[in-house]
């Protein structure tokens, strides 16, 4: 049967609604970020493009106490091992505070006397400390000037602090050292905290 013309219409909106009721469009967008990256995408149309730059990128430093094994002097082998070696000289003036002295109370122990300096450094085993501080000698006093400490383990340390030390004025003399030819004696003190009371010199 021939549709009127009100019918036609009707049909054609009817047609028009279910058309649109067919297409859907989503159009969205979306950031994420992870480990300092960055996604995005769209969606439009019933068609899904997708684009974005996902980058991944850190520092990672790893960094820890930096310090030479030993004190502030830098202690460590390399400095304070050639101490332990065969002198280099054999001449020996037995009547100066000035020059390298050997020593042992735990452990091997050299001292190296200078009229502005002295170093201290001590052998455990395998392992080498030592420290070398400021000080002020003459053939009377002995004055260390600043503290330092040096150590390799909890085994391996030696330390000087300020100090003065006197000559004896006799052999019974206490708190003080004694010269004899050679031989460098602390009867009731010590030049470092752990050292022998007596060293023989080396070298001068």
Do not use: H
């Amino acid at each position: 049967m021939p549709l009127s013309t009100a019918s036609r219409s009707l049909l054609v909106v009817t047609l028009g609604l279910a058309a649109a009721a067919c297409t859907t469009t989503v159009q969205g967008t979306g950031t994420s970020s992870s480990s300092g990256g960055t996604s995005s995408g769209s969606t439009s149309g019933g068609t899904t493009s997708g684009g974005g730059t996902t980058s991944s990128g850190g520092t990672n430093a790893t960094g820890g106490n930096t310090g030479a094994t030993g004190s502030s002097s830098g202690a460590g082998a390399a400095e304070f091992a050639p101490l332990f070696g065969a002198p280099t000289s054999a001449t020996i003036t037995g009547s100066t505070l000035e020059g390298l002295w050997a020593g042992s109370a735990s452990y091997d122990q050299r001292v190296k006397i200078t009229k502005t300096s002295i170093t201290i450094a001590q052998k455990c085993g395998d392992e080498i400390v030592g420290v070398t501080v400021a000080a002020s000698v003459t053939s009377t006093t002995i004055r260390v000037l600043e503290s330092k400490d040096g150590a390799s383990s909890y085994y391996c340390s030696v330390s000087a602090q300020p100090i003065v030390i006197d000559a004896c004025a006799d052999a019974y003399d206490y708190d003080c050292f004694l010269l004899d030819e050679g031989t460098l004696e602390f009867p009731a003190t010590s030049l470092f905290p752990g050292s022998a009371y007596t060293f023989l010199k080396i070298s001068d």
